[in-house]
DNA sequence: GTGGACCTAGACAGATCTGTCTGCTAGCGT
DNA sequence: ACGCTAGCAGACAGATCTGTCTAGGTCCAC
């Protein structure tokens, strides 16, 4: 979604350019100035593929999903064919991201945390959450699971913790914890 | 802590205000001029008690942590006085808070999301949660589990979890099944 | 009553932020 | 050759933010 159009370059080099600096410094500690001088823009040229800062933080929303989704997607079908298995695998997705340096956690709670609650902000990590439980439900439900949802929320709680406590310490134990434990969750919930 | 000078009046409506913004809004949503206006103070009197907004927003995390900690062991202590029972029992300060309407999440993480990885309320945060986690690893130690410090890391997630699932969708399940796998993992590991 | 601590009221400076507007340039299809 | 689209460069307005400063009020101890 989203590329449907021809994807000229100067929207692209301030997405890029946004992608980095908001998750970096938080979103509302990036000016648009920054962001026009560091993606070497013309402001006209900036207002007119996101008439407000507030649309290009939503763009922003779309490429960390997709980027995550796509992450989270790829470590679960690493992990085979087996649905169980692939609950666990997901994990790895956790682990990747921590490990990368300039890792700041969820970009979408943090989003969220700068945001009041009824905005679009707010409603798009919202929306974004419920993807990835729905999709780990549809795992746990081909799986076996006797309570797909109850064990697909618990395994967002121990990703969205993962993804939080892993951009506070250094210590890489954080992820490795939560794949335990959804490795214990999962093989308790399926035989 | 905190409270060994007489704490004048000013002083405590500022920390007062600022904690209801700083939540409510973030910390960068909330600009110096409305506390002065909202608390009733003059500017004068606020930079005097807070030299720097910093110096407010570390005051306003030496609250929350002290609020929330208690909130913790309260309800742990409510459990009775088995370890076991006081790791799970402190499940229920989540559920708590999560049910509190205005909530939105960590204070300590939102925090964290709007400040870079140096600053002195990331570190802040850094000391707040390692806090937590040695106190749970204590628990767990007096609860006789094979790996304490693999359960506490493992409760922390699901605590963390908690606190931001449940800021996000008002839909109380995020607890509960904090509290459950809780439960699970806890007994799983004692005996 | 005098000095000091504590407070109020609000002007002010300087930076920064969002968003608008004017002018200019280059390519591209017809 | 012409117009259209996309883009660059940067001045500008208006709001807002942090932090300083002046000026004065109130209460209490001595």
New interface residues.
Partial sequence: MATSSPAPPARERILATAFALFY???I??VGIDRIIAESGVAKATFYKHFPAKDDLVLAYLDRVDEVWTGQLHDAAAAAGPDPAAQLVGAFDALGNACRRDGY???AF??A??????GSRV?DR??AH??EVLSWLAGLARQAGAEDPE?LA??L???????L??G???ARP??PV??R??AA??VS?AVD
């Avoid at 969220?112 to 609650?117: F, G, L, Q, V």
């Avoid at 967002?156 to 993962?162: A, N």
Wanted: aromatic share 0%.
């Fill in positions: 970096a410094h938080g509302r500690g700041r956690g969820c709670i943090n969220a945390a700068e945001n009041p609650a707010h990590t919202l959450k419920e109850g929320r618990t967002t709680l121990l990703l969205d913790g993962g939080a406590s951009a506070l310490d134990d954080a914890a939560a335990a434990a214990a969750l308790a």
